[in-house]
């Protein structure tokens, strides 16, 4: 997602937004795709409109996932894949969401499609089944799925969410939505994703991400590559809290790449 009603005093009215989330953040979760799978105009200007290296994350289409829960999906993985030709290296990866039901006994089906991917993608799981956070037979066997085709894990940590009553309209319905599980800070690969979810409130949301700070900068120590999602119940300020937790992590890993200046929004003065 880059555009945002609240998002508004620095994005144009029309055109090009992602730019404009591309001049301050180098990843975005490719959450449209799950809607609907997008015209390769459409993708071709999403190229054209972030670097080489930015990351797009890109959900694949309810109908593979939730529809068809992974089986019986060639048709419609050859379509999505097509789709999103035009990002090339920007494809960083298929992000593979399964629902709350898809289950232990369903990992069979996740390994024959995560088999049959493309190499040239690289794919990262996220589901919500207690089973996997609650039971450690459970969990082995999905990581071991994962590991025998190189896959990631995608954490979603709501635990700051869920810590506290909800306070805001907004938090109300997020209560309603997000799936609540353990928070999970393990990684499979070289490129783990984690998905954080704090609160409306800064100083809570701040507060709840600090065992990311010390993760992600423990991995990047160990040679891995990952990428962050920060997000609150109404996401107002997620851009300018997702910087803040890039410059905690730099406090602890100053060799850590910085993320693009912004460009100047107003007219240019001279004084």
Known sequence: MWTHAAWQEWQPASGDRLAAYADRCDAVEGNTTFY?????????????QTAPDFRFV???HRSITHERRLSGVDEEMRAFLSAIEPLGPRAHALWVQLPGSFGPSDLGA???FLRRLPRSYRSAV???H??????????TQLESVLDRVGAEWIPFDTTTLFDGLPVTPAEQEAWSKKPRVPRRTRALTEFPIVRYHGRDSAERTVEGWRPWVATVADWLREGRSPTVFVHTPDNAEAVPLARRFHAEV???????APLPEPKPTGPMTLF
């Open 36 to 48: 609907a799978i997008p015209a390769r105009r459409t993708v071709e200007s999403w190229t054209a």
């Open 58 to 60: 890109v959900k694949l």
């Open 110 to 112: 996740l390994a024959l």
């Open 126 to 128: 996220e589901v919500r």
């Open 130 to 139: 207690p089973a996997f956070f609650e039971n450690e037979r459970a969990a």
């Open 250 to 256: 730099v406090a602890e890993v100053p060799e850590l």
